[in-house]
């Protein structure tokens, strides 16, 4: 009997050892990964958002913010539910913020602005973006749902100064920012600009806005570097991509794009402006039905330089510029001083397709400056119109070419 107890009780002690070591075990675990684990949740609806269209939710949303950016444990998700349609007056969301530089934002839902310019309430002078952010770490914004700047009433009061449109998604100061999985649609201006951000990730975005929208840009870079962008569909009414000054290593791959005015560098150099731009790159992309392709557009009167820039492996369905560089845009006055930013270093490599106008490769260079070191590498651009020949175009451009069609003698 004695023993049996014995046996027993050794059993018992036994079984609360491992059950002290599997604790044991789990919690070392957790410890290990607790900076990667998923923090608090924060759901706008528990903010009181309404999402029925009408009502304000941008407050509730900048509370969720809020406590989702003060939240000190592991990697805090901010929800925007699935089915509903919030509707976000201007808002500003701004960091830095407590979790380990990382803090997530699900939107499932829709977010939309207002549908009439009067209806948008400004907290202050500042009306350059619908939604701000700024000086955040580790931002991460996907969820599969639709942002949508309700942009019809503002493309009908014009770029006059009266009445500046907003951008829709404005990044600022944001470090490794992550951008997937939504769609933009319709923004007063440009859909999302990126100024002043380093690593920047985006795939997987749609882009959609009337070919007559104005200034209605996909994604605009600024004073950026290492911005990546990835697998993006993008129909708007101006430029898919445009890169700005100050902008450096930028990669740019499997972008389907048009309508639109092309992937464009610039415009550099207005008002007489100094621009910084440097290696670009540009490889699997479509240009359907585009204003324009591979495009570099300078003003007159500028200065800086835009340099180690590449193309390759490009797409064109009957795109009006497949290939152009523009030093004269918007050309000021002949008497005006004539500098101009300084275009080299530039590769168009495996750029197959049609154009739908006969001059299909311009190079249209600073008559003071020129450019330097252009090279056109196995191009073959035909004509959209059948019976009709392409062309090339060149003004003060200096570099080489082999293989194209058409042929580009200025370069041979
Ligand atoms: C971006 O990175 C560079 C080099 O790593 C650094 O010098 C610069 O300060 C960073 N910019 C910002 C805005 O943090
Ligand atoms: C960006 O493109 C360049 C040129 O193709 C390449 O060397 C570099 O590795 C790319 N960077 C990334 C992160 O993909
Ligand atoms: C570009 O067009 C080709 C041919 O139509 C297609 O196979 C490819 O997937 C397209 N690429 C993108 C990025 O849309
Ligand atoms: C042209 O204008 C730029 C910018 O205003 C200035 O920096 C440059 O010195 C001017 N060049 C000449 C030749 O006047
Ligand atoms: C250029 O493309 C056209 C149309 O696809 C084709 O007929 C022609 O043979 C190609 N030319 C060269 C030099 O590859
Ligand atoms: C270049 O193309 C033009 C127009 O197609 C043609 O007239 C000319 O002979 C070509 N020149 C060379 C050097 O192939």
């Known amino acids: 009997m004695r023993k049996l107890v014995l046996i027993a009780v050794s059993f018992m002690l036994l079984l609360i050892a491992s059950f002290c070591l599997l604790f044991f075990l789990l919690h070392a675990g957790t410890d290990v990964t607790d900076t990667k684990l998923a923090g608090a949740s924060f759901s706008v609806d528990s903010y009181g958002a309404k999402g029925d269209g009408q009502s304000d939710d941008s407050q509730a949303f900048l509370k969720a913010w809020n406590d989702a950016c003060g939240s000190a444990k592991g990697t805090p998700t901010l929800f925007v539910p699935k089915g509903k349609a919030y509707l976000f007056q201007p808002v500003k969301l701004k960091g830095p913020c407590k979790p380990a530089s990382i803090s997530v934002q699900q939107i499932q839902g829709n977010i939309i602005a207002p549908e009439s310019v009067d209806a948008w309430k400004w907290s202050d002078d500042d009306k350059d973006a619908w939604i701000r952010f700024s000086g955040i770490n580790g931002l991460v914004i996907n969820g599969g749902g639709q942002i949508d700047g309700q942009g019809a009433s503002w493309w009908k009061c014009g770029s006059d100064g009266n009445c500046p449109r907003p951008t829709a998604l404005h990044f600022h100061s944001c470090q490794n920012l992550q951008l997937s999985d939504l769609t933009h649609i319709n923004s007063p201006k440009n859909h999302i600009s990126i100024n002043t951000c380093n690593d920047t990730h985006i795939s997987n975005l749609h882009f959609i806005a009337p070919e007559d929208s104005p200034n209605t840009d996909g994604i605009d870079i600024s004073a950026s570097s290492n911005v990546f962008i990835h697998n993006c569909k993008i129909e ?177």
């Not at 972008?255 to 540009?282: M, N, Q, R």
């Not at 500028?302 to 193309?311: D, Q």
């Open 236 to 412: 708007t009414g101006d430029d898919c991509v445009a890169i700005n000054t100050g902008s450096s290593f930028i990669n740019i791959s499997d972008v389907a794009c048009g309508p639109g005015h092309g992937i464009s560098i610039g415009s550099l150099g207005e008002h007489g402006e100094s621009a910084e731009v440097e290696e670009i790159y540009v490889r699997n992309c479509n240009f359907t039905g585009t204003q324009n392709g591979a495009r570099i557009k300078t003003w007159e009167g500028g200065s800086g330089y835009a340099r180690k820039i590449t193309f390759e492996d490009i797409t064109l369905i009957a795109p009006k510029n497949p290939i152009i560089i523009d030093q004269h845009y918007d050309p000021l006055p002949a008497a005006t001083n004539n500098s101009a930013v300084k275009v080299s270093d530039v590769t168009y490599r495996r750029v197959y397709g049609t154009s739908a106008v006969e001059n299909a490769i311009k190079l249209d260079c600073s008559n003071s400056v020129g450019c330097t070191n252009i090279v056109l590498e196995d191009i073959n651009i035909t004509s959209s119109v059948l019976g009709k020949d392409t062309y090339a175009f060149c003004n003060n451009a200096h570099g080489r070419s082999s293989s194209s069609t058409p042929n580009v003698t200025c370069l041979d």
